[in-house]
């Protein structure tokens, strides 16, 4: 009835002054005070998760077997990171999973000798110089998406679309269908090293994770990515550079896939032909079950961290159990929905 | 309000107006969207800019607020000539616009929304949320604005919103706001309090640029007039001294016979006896308790109430939008199954929704498939829609309605706001309803538009059929033959004709006769926007 509804928004208001007294006490130096709770929900699926793979199997809770997970996570996870930072600001972008595998490929492919291996390259670069290369390819493929959509003003889902099918098989034109296994040793280290006991990849992604989250907490620029997703034209009343900032976020996003390309590569040693394959549905759904909407304006870094932790935990109880792999892909789809289910309601937030 | 703010210094003194603007003209491609137009606004002053849709109302906005460089023609900001377009920072602390379209970021804080893109004081420095939230608990308390800084922008009501965007517009030192239509989605009650603050802000030296299709709220709130028409600056006046009938002179360029919006006379008692649409006993969620009406045949009834009242529900619940708790609903005889569109269709309900941009149109769409959505079952057999029938019947609408496009082919967005209103109008009446429902059916049409629409109704009623008009609009009211006032969900009052205008506000109120309970949380309400 309205009269109570009148009442409640009222008393709403009327303890709205000391509602936010509270929050401030509470300290509101923690970031943004809403949203809070929807990036942590989760949080208890991943200790649901935690506490059957203990049950399951005792190798469960070992240090090998989790820090084997997060190893597992890590490209995974950059790219999801990337997919963050373009879904908040309003966008998409599918061509990242083909970035990891095409930006290996073309900076092997310019450093490696003109004979003497299976695979040829175009020797015209020292071989120090592939890691650079392969960032400053995802910097100019993000550059091309950002030009087609942002100046050309194409449609930002199409125009990724074609760019991911273009630029997988741009990969397999180089790589002649196959994998490279001789790779610079300064293109494997990241993916090999171990700091402090635990493989450096893991270090990166939690730094990057860390940078990240805090820019989009703390920093305008991050700030404005919320902004931008959720009424760009309000942001350009406001003063944001819009199309700047989209542009800038989409080449960081190609940036972050071309150097999780490294870390993979680095990890197995080779760039398989198929790197990344299909990986852009695995990636989004962690994303947006981690909370962040599809639509723009929403979600944090943290909880698409604990998305892809999610996705890939269950893997690895499920494979502890002794559940045959070919059930995986049938159990990623299940979790998908499942989470999102979950995290529809401790939300209490409509996902449309 | 008043006494918590301060009075900043401003040159009230000084007769150097805040704003001029002389000789302006832009035209884009063939149009031409003002011609030679100036205006002129003294500090402190409430100005009014009215014009038909049209009139280069919105481009003159989009000139000063230097979003658009005339093509000719100067603009100074007190005495001074105004910034380089693209300097947003400098235009921001010469004018603020609270614009039709809300531009509040709905899933940040109200805070944040304040401070966007200043939330720190540079790009590498980081944030301090409690500075950030102390700040904008100053700023809220400094406009007397009683809005929580901690809250979801998306969370507020309109009438909160657009405070938070007038305190915003000023937290950037401007004295000069402009506000577009702001009063077009508010209520009776959300706009006495905004023209409330708006006084207030007067009080400290701030001027207004106030842009509005009523021009009750002209008379109400401002000392100036200032009319367009095709393009053109028409005349500048006190509105002391202009007349209600030279403002509608002015504004449509032609002589009118009576009021404005005082259509054909209400005929008083119904040409059929029998009650076309009757509900009784009609019980909603959120919406009304145990509410009877009926329509006779011939009628116009008015159903009136306040935003919260629930007139509109009770009309969405007659066109089948909302189940009912209790209570049933006829259409000259045959029940209405409730919760049920193609029940209230196949009975003969025809509706006029509230917003036409969310429930009313398929904006990138034609005009004729927007006025032929409800009928699809006419425009061909077996599920076809032949264009030739389809272009028949949308032409006979757009004659019908006086609808001005280029064609019926043309897509309904490009068309001006009284224009869509008739397009949605005349899919209402397309199905040939036996009661036309129609819920604020004036909302945002300028005066010409609205005369015509109200025409319209009121000949529905005449040919036989039923009319029930949702609204707080006095000019719509004015149409009806009887008005039910709705107070919290009931019926308070009833007038026959020859009501008087304080009469039904006080009913909408809940000022006259209201019930105990409402009458509580009604002052409850009044505390929160601390008045």
Redesign the interface.
């Known amino acids: 009835?309205?009269?109570?509804?009148?009442?409640t928004?009222?008393?709403a208001?009327?303890t709205?002054?000391a509602?936010?007294a509270e929050?401030?006490r509470r300290?509101?130096?923690?970031?943004?005070?809403?949203?809070r709770f929807r990036e942590l929900s989760l949080v208890p699926v991943i200790l649901a998760l935690g506490l059957i793979g203990f049950i399951v199997s005792p190798a469960f809770l070992t240090a090998d077997n989790l820090i084997g997970v997060a190893q597992q996570s890590t490209e995974l996870s950059l790219l999801v990171l990337a997919t963050a930072f373009i879904l908040i600001a309003g966008r998409m972008d599918l061509s990242l999973e083909s970035t990891i595998g095409v930006a290996p490929v073309i900076a092997v492919w310019l450093v490696l000798p003109t004979s003497g291996a299976r695979f040829t390259g175009l020797g015209l670069l020292p071989e120090w110089t592939a890691v650079p290369l392969c960032l400053l390819v995802g910097v100019v493929i993000g550059a091309v998406n950002g030009f087609l959509i942002l100046r050309l003003r194409l449609n930002g889902f199409i125009v990724t679309l074609g760019m991911l099918t273009m630029l997988r098989g741009l990969q397999v034109a180089l790589s002649e269908g196959q994998s490279i296994v001789e790779l610079p040793s300064s293109f494997t280290y990241l993916g090999r090293a171990s700091w402090l006991g635990v493989p450096a990849a893991i270090w990166i992604c939690l730094a990057l994770f860390t940078l990240g989250g805090?820019a989009l907490?703390?920093?305008?620029?991050g700030?404005?990515l919320?902004?931008i997703?959720?009424?760009a034209?309000?942001?350009r009343?406001?003063?944001?550079r819009v199309d700047r900032i989209v542009w800038a976020v989409l080449i960081l996003g190609s940036l972050l896939a071309a150097f999780a390309g490294i870390l993979y590569s680095g990890h197995y040693g080779s760039v398989s032909a198929t790197q990344g394959n299909g990986w852009i549905f695995q990636v989004f759904a962690a994303t947006v079950i981690g909370g962040v909407s599809l639509n723009g304006?929403?979600g944090s870094v943290f909880g698409a961290l604990t998305g892809v932790l999610t996705l890939q935990l269950v893997v690895n109880v499920m494979t502890l159990a002794g559940v045959p792999p070919l059930w995986n892909q049938f159990l990623n789809g299940a979790i998908i929905i499942v989470a999102l289910v979950i995290s529809r309601f401790a939300s209490g937030e409509k996902q449309e | 309000m008043a006494d918590t703010a301060t009075a900043p210094a401003h040159g009230s003194g000084e007769p150097v107006p805040v704003t001029e603007a002389t000789g302006i003209s832009k035209r884009y491609g063939a149009t031409v969207a003002l011609r030679d137009a100036r205006i002129t606004v003294a500090p402190g002053e409430a100005h009014a800019l009215v014009g038909r849709n049209g009139a280069g109302k919105s481009t003159l906005v989009s000139v000063l607020t230097g979003l658009q460089a005339p093509d000719t023609g100067t603009l100074r900001f007190s005495g001074a000539p105004a910034p380089a377009v693209g300097d947003i920072d400098a235009w921001r602390s010469r004018v603020a616009c609270v614009y039709q379209r809300s531009t509040i970021i709905p899933g940040l804080t109200v805070a944040e929304n304040l401070f966007l893109n200043r939330q720190s004081d540079g790009a590498l420095r980081p944030i301090r949320w409690k500075e950030l939230h102390r700040r904008a608990e100053e700023l809220l308390a400094e406009y007397g604005v009683d809005v929580d800084a901690a809250a979801r922008a998306g969370d507020l009501t309109v009438e909160q919103r657009q405070f938070v965007e007038i305190a915003r517009a000023l937290s950037f030192g401007t004295r000069f706001i402009i506000l577009d239509e702001p009063t077009a989605k508010l209520d009776a009650r959300g706009i006495s309090r905004l023209f409330d603050k708006l006084r207030a802000l007067r009080r400290q030296g701030v001027a207004f640029l106030f842009i509005s299709h009523h021009l009750r709220e002209v008379y109400e709130l401002c000392g100036t007039v200032t009319v367009y028409r095709d393009a053109a600056h028409i005349l500048t006046a006190p509105v002391a001294e202009l007349g209600h009938r030279a403002l509608v002179e002015a504004m449509t360029g032609e002589p009118t016979a009576g009021g404005p919006a005082r259509v054909a006379v209400p005929s008083g008692s119904g040409t059929g006896a029998g009650d076309v649409l009757t509900v009784e006993g009609l019980t909603l969620e959120d919406g009304c308790r145990d509410l009877s009406l009926s329509v006779r045949a011939g009628e116009v009834l008015g159903l009136a109430g306040a935003a919260a009242s629930g007139n509109v529900r009770v009309a969405e619940a007659i066109a089948g939008l909302h189940r009912a708790e209790a209570g049933g609903i006829t259409v000259a005889g045959r029940p209405v199954h409730a919760g049920s569109v193609p029940s209230a269709l196949a009975a003969g309900v025809g509706l006029v929704p509230e917003d036409r941009h969310l429930q009313g149109l398929v904006h990138h769409r034609s005009v004729a498939e927007n006025a032929t959505l409800t009928v699809t079952s006419q425009l061909g057999p077996f599920g076809t829609v032949l264009p030739r029938r389809s272009g028949r019947f949308a032409q006979r609408m757009i004659e019908d309605l006086d609808i001005k496009t280029p064609g019926a082919a043309t897509p309904v967005s490009a068309l001006s706001g009284g224009n869509q209103q008739k397009v949605v109008v005349a899919r209402a009446l397309a199905t040939d309803p036996r009661v036309l429902v129609a819920i604020r059916p004036t909302n945002g049409v300028d005066v010409k538009s609205k005369e015509f629409l109200l025409d319209r109704i009121r000949r529905v009623a005449d040919a036989g059929k039923a009319a029930l008009i949702v609204s707080d609009e006095l000019d719509d009211l004015k149409a009806c033959d009887r008005v039910l006032v709705m107070f919290h969900g009931r019926v308070v009052a009833e007038f026959g004709p020859g009501w008087q205008d304080e009469q039904v506000v006080a009913a909408m109120e809940g000022v006259a006769g209201a019930p105990c309970a409402a009458a509580t949380s009604g002052s409850l309400a009044t505390d929160v926007h601390g008045r």
């Not at chain 1, 300290?27 to 949203?35: A, I, Q």
């Not at chain 1, 907490?217 to 620029?221: D, G, S």
């Not at chain 1, 009343?237 to 944001?240: L, V």
């Open positions: 009835m309205s009269s109570t509804t009148d009442v928004e009222s008393a208001a009327g709205g002054r509602a936010a929050d401030a300290g509101l130096g923690l970031g943004p005070g809403l949203g805090s907490a703390w920093l305008r620029h700030r404005a919320y902004a997703g959720g009424n034209e309000a942001a009343t406001a003063g944001i304006g929403k």
